[in-house]
């Protein structure tokens, strides 16, 4: 069984910045694709940032573009999703995510497709 643990958030001003961490245990984490999706209260879940098994292809919501990063240390079976010039409105409980496809060639950015979920990290920014 796969066990995903997101830590990390937290409160923040607006321009601040935030590292959360992600880690997957359970089956081999080097091959699956990671994701990081986010829920704003009211709103629907929505992709936020993914990358490829080997870390070298990254995808990132429009939203987030330029202002997050999402990195990965498979030695260390921990995603990272770096936030940079936070706004109110990137507040939301942020989830990480694996794939539920092994030796995936293209990043996926649709929940469905994914199959182990953490519980979520709460993240604030404060106006």
């Known amino acids: 069984q796969v066990h995903v643990v997101e830590s990390g958030g937290g409160l923040v001003q607006t321009g601040g910045s935030l590292r959360l961490s992600c880690a997957a245990s359970?089956?081999?984490?080097?091959?699956?694709?990671m994701g990081w999706f986010r829920q704003a209260p009211g709103k629907e879940r929505e992709f936020v940032a993914a990358i490829s098994r080997g870390g070298d292809k990254t995808i990132y919501a429009d939203s987030v573009k330029g202002r997050f990063t999402i990195s990965r240390d498979n030695a260390k079976n921990t995603v990272y999703l770096q936030m940079k010039d936070l706004k109110p409105e990137d507040t939301a409980d942020y989830y990480c995510a694996q794939d539920s496809v092994p030796f995936a060639t293209v990043v996926i950015t649709g929940a469905n497709r994914y199959d182990a979920w953490g519980l979520g990290t709460q993240v604030t920014v404060s106006s």
């Open positions: 359970g089956r081999r984490f080097s091959i699956y694709t």
